[in-house]
């Protein structure tokens, strides 16, 4: 077996290198290198100090942490060429300030899935991360947002903790944040904490029990979240500023006929629109470039088709191609027949 190997050995490398004779042990590497071999995909990289025991830090990409899944209860040694860090899915309950102080190029902490507690998270143990894009923090018990996060985050996920409040410092100066997801937490109100992230284009707060809908909008918003919620009623023209905004998703609320103003959601861009359990009487007016529109379990009476089409005619239809309405107190037959001009691309109208 062994003059196997030793023919083997002597078949991969060069004639010159597999020779007894020469001197360098390690002229073996660079031959390697010279077939294409990176020596990080060969040698761990111990820069600012060596991976955890508990951790794996694959020698191909040296720059990424992998803690996820251990078991673990505190946080392991960070080395300081770490830019990827993924500690989800263990028990860890507190973040000292020490924990990333020597880690200070990370680009994604992934922290989700825990047992993080908002007064065992440092005061300034994210303050350094000044090049942090992701922060993944869901599924933990946090009751506020961690103080002085970095303004460099791209996405921040809060959502499934006991967030019952958002001070306007909190996410104050976050410009480049797109995605914030605050969803199923404990949330009553927001004031003015949206204020200033004008680069949002994603928010997620539903599941809260917020009473109405949330002031200062970033006018970026590609989707909105809002569903349930115990909100009542949307202000006046509160759509009007969102040039961008296709998705709004409000179910499970408590919105009334008298809690919409008039053209509320008569407006073009909109491509999907969910109102579905809630208290509305009638459908709402909407745009004609609205493409799906939920609105089951509800207690609309009537199928009026001017919601859909101000006029029907053969220039002048909706865009519908999913609308929902079983669940209320109209049957099939409250369809009229001039629905399949204005609705000619609705795939199918569930009554």
């Given at each position: 077996m062994s003059g196997l190997c030793v023919f083997l050995l002597a078949c991969v490398l060069p004639l010159s290198l597999a020779s007894p004779d020469r001197q360098d042990p390690f002229l073996w590497l660079s031959a390697l290198r010279g077939r294409g071999y990176v020596e990080g995909s060969l040698l761990a990289d111990?820069?600012?100090?060596?991976?955890?025991?508990?951790?794996?830090?694959?020698?191909?990409?040296?720059?990424?942490?992998?803690?996820?899944?251990?078991?673990?209860?505190?946080?392991?040694?960070?080395?300081?060429r770490m830019k990827y860090l993924y500690l989800q899915h263990n028990?860890?309950?507190?973040?000292?300030?020490?924990?990333?102080?020597?880690?200070?190029?990370?680009?994604?902490?992934?922290?989700?899935?825990?047992?993080?507690?908002?007064?065992?998270?440092?005061?300034?143990?994210?303050?350094?991360?000044?090049?942090?894009?992701?922060?993944?923090?869901?599924?933990?018990?946090?009751?506020?947002?961690?103080?002085?996060?970095?303004?460099?985050l791209r996405d921040l996920r809060l959502n499934n903790n006991n967030i019952n409040k958002i001070t306007p410092a909190a996410l104050n100066g976050m410009d480049n944040l797109t995605i914030l997801y605050l969803h199923d937490n404990a949330l009553t109100e927001m004031g003015m904490s949206?204020?200033?992230?004008?680069?949002?284009?994603?928010?997620?707060?539903?599941?809260?029990?917020?009473?109405?809908?949330?002031?200062?909008?970033?006018?970026?918003?590609?989707?909105?979240?809002?569903?349930?919620?115990?909100?009542?009623?949307?202000?006046?023209?509160?759509?009007?500023?969102?040039?961008?905004?296709?998705?709004?998703?409000?179910?499970?609320?408590?919105?009334?006929?008298?809690?919409?103003?008039?053209?509320?959601?008569?407006?073009?861009?909109?491509?999907?629109?969910?109102?579905?359990?809630?208290?509305?009487?009638r459908i709402p007016l909407v745009s004609q470039t609205l493409e799906h529109l939920y609105l089951q379990a509800n207690h609309i009476k009537e199928f009026t088709l001017g919601s859909?089409?101000?006029v029907v005619d053969v220039m002048n239809f909706s865009k519908l191609r999913t609308l929902r309405l079983e669940g209320n107190e109209i049957t099939p037959g409250d369809v009229p027949s001039e629905s399949a001009l204005c609705l000619r691309l609705a795939n199918s109208i569930d009554v």
């Open positions: 111990t820069t600012g100090g060596e991976c955890p025991a508990e951790c794996d830090c694959p020698p191909s990409f040296p720059i990424a942490m992998y803690c996820d899944g251990r078991g673990l209860t505190a946080m392991p040694n960070v080395p300081s028990e860890i309950s507190a973040m000292p300030d020490s924990a990333l102080a020597n880690a200070t190029n990370l680009v994604w902490v992934m922290m989700h899935h825990n047992a993080l507690s908002t007064d065992k998270i440092g005061k300034r143990v994210f303050a350094k991360l000044q090049g942090l894009e992701r922060l993944y923090l869901q599924h933990n018990n946090l009751t506020r947002v961690p103080p002085n996060l970095p303004r460099s949206l204020r200033g992230l004008n680069s949002l284009t994603l928010l997620d707060v539903s599941g809260n029990k917020l009473k109405k809908v949330p002031d200062s909008l970033p006018e970026r918003l590609h989707q909105l979240y809002l569903e349930s919620n115990a909100i009542s009623a949307v202000p006046e023209g509160f759509l009007s500023k969102f040039s961008q905004l296709q998705y709004i998703r409000m179910a499970h609320n408590q919105l009334t006929d008298n809690g919409i103003p008039p053209n509320t959601f008569n407006v073009s861009g909109l491509v999907e629109l969910d109102l579905s359990f809630n208290q509305l009487e859909f089409c101000g």
